[in-house]
């Protein structure tokens, strides 16, 4: 299962109604798009992934975060998967200049 949330560094506050989506790199080495979904009243997204194993391989979460920041309208994340029974969670911190991410629990 993959889910995120978004933290509005700036503002000490969840990123609201924030649009994500979720791809996967084929072995052809293109990008096909698995899901789309949007942050909650929590700036979270639990939505992207049935839960359930993940296939292997290198993922993509890209968020549009313009309204957080007039620098960076997009912010792309890519992680790897390497055993698709564990839970990945890849929060993203935003503030108008910066972002941040690490592996959540």
Known sequence: MITTHVLDTAAG???????????????AGAWQHLARGATDSDGRCKTLTPPGPLPTGTYRLRFEV???SPF?????????????????HVP???SPYGYSTYRGS
Not at 15 to 27: T, V, W
Not at 72 to 88: L, N, R, S
């Open 13 to 27: 506050r969840p990123g609201r109604g924030i649009a994500i989506e979720l791809e996967h790199l084929s072995g």
């Open 66 to 68: 313009s309204q957080q």
């Open 72 to 88: 960076f309208p997009t912010v792309e994340i890519q992680f790897v998967v390497a055993d698709g029974e564990q839970h990945y």
């Open 92 to 94: 993203l911190l935003i």
